[in-house]
């Protein structure tokens, strides 16, 4: 059977992907998929010889599948996707206090990044998403509840997959589509200078989300190799570019860890850091994973921290965990993925 890849297409690129006889035929499908019918034979409104010879050559009009449902004491869901090759990623749908539902979306199958307080890092890259990968994360999301929200914060880094996030994220975005609002979605990266300085010139209004965890470079490159790369004072320099080209206000991710990096010392940098940046830092604190070698803060290790950072007038927010029991929350996604031979 073929395997097609039709989230993210347009009618007309349907219509040649599946060799139709009608152009108006493209448009019925296109219309299904956006409602998250991807069974041909429920798609109604074909014949019945339309339907019998797309289900026979293709199967089914979506190329992953969810292979395993997870769901913890806040109402976040954690599914296992299997993608056409075997591999597998994972995608979370967080649900908060005032019923906003987030889809949390992985970009890559696996990381190369290696950050050391991220079971996704420990997977090493397998490989980028295409396009339709990524939406179908969304659509199979939809399926359990009304996604308001996207964030690029699942597995994988979202910077280094560049054109297959901006494409998703235009078709997201798309009236005739899911037609998200710009600002309702959020790259998260940790640190891809190159991607933030690409994302800056597209104007888009998304969020940004930078991994930073703290503000000392020795620090930040024992534990997030990308930091050789581009250092504190690269990242900080391409931020501002980011700031006075008019970008969305943006958001430091700070994990905290215990004994590392939520002391007087790391508040000092921070301060130093953030010092014209118009940012909020979101404390998170540190979600367990059995193999790596961290400790969570306590609640007076965290709130002595805040006490520091009210004294520097930095501007923070307190991050309350969602999905931690299924492994599905911020750092703790990982699979066993290997691809299969296609």
């Not at 980028?128 to 964030?151: D, Y």
């Amino acid at each position: 059977m073929d395997k097609i890849f039709l989230y993210g297409a347009s009618p007309t690129e349907i219509y040649e992907e599946l060799n139709l006889d009608k152009k108006f035929q493209a448009k019925q499908i296109y219309q299904w998929l956006i409602k998250g019918v991807t069974d041909f034979n429920l798609m109604s409104n074909l014949s019945k010889a339309l339907r019998e010879r797309l289900t026979n050559e293709f199967g089914s009009a979506i190329s992953s599948k969810v292979i395993d449902t997870q769901v913890d004491d806040s109402g976040a869901t954690k599914l296992a996707i299997e993608l056409y090759d075997g591999a597998i990623v994972e995608s979370v749908l967080l649900i908060d206090k005032n019923e906003r539902m987030t889809a949390c979306l992985s970009s890559q199958v696996g990381c190369a990044m290696g950050c050391k307080f991220c079971r996704t890092g420990t997977m090493g890259l397998v490989r980028n998403l295409n396009t339709a990968e990524i939406i179908e994360q969304f659509v199979h999301l939809r399926a359990i509840g009304n996604v308001t929200h996207i964030v690029f914060m699942g597995m994988g880094e979202p910077l280094a997959n560049f054109a297959n996030v901006l494409s998703s994220i235009r078709f997201f975005h798309r009236e005739d589509a899911f037609y998200i609002s710009l600002r309702r979605i959020t790259i998260s990266t940790c640190g891809v200078v190159s991607g933030i300085n690409k994302l800056t010139e597209q104007n888009l209004n998304v969020k940004l989300a930078v991994s930073l965890v703290t503000a000392d470079n020795n620090l930040r490159s024992d534990i997030m190799p990308i930091n050789d790369s581009y250092n504190l004072e690269k990242l900080k320099k391409s931020l501002l570019h980011y700031q006075n080209k008019g970008g969305s206000r943006f958001t430091l991710e700070y994990c905290m860890l215990s004994g590392v990096n939520c002391d007087l010392q790391s508040a000092k940098k921070l301060a130093t850091f953030t010092n014209g940046l118009d940012a909020v830092v979101n404390l998170i604190p540190w979600n367990p994973a059995a193999e790596l070698p961290w400790t969570t803060p306590t609640t007076q290790e965290i709130n002595t921290f805040t006490k520091y950072l009210d004294e520097f007038h930095i501007k923070y927010a307190r991050r309350f965990t969602r999905g931690r029991s299924v492994n599905g929350a911020c750092g703790q996604l990982a699979t066993k993925s290997k691809i299969k031979e296609v």
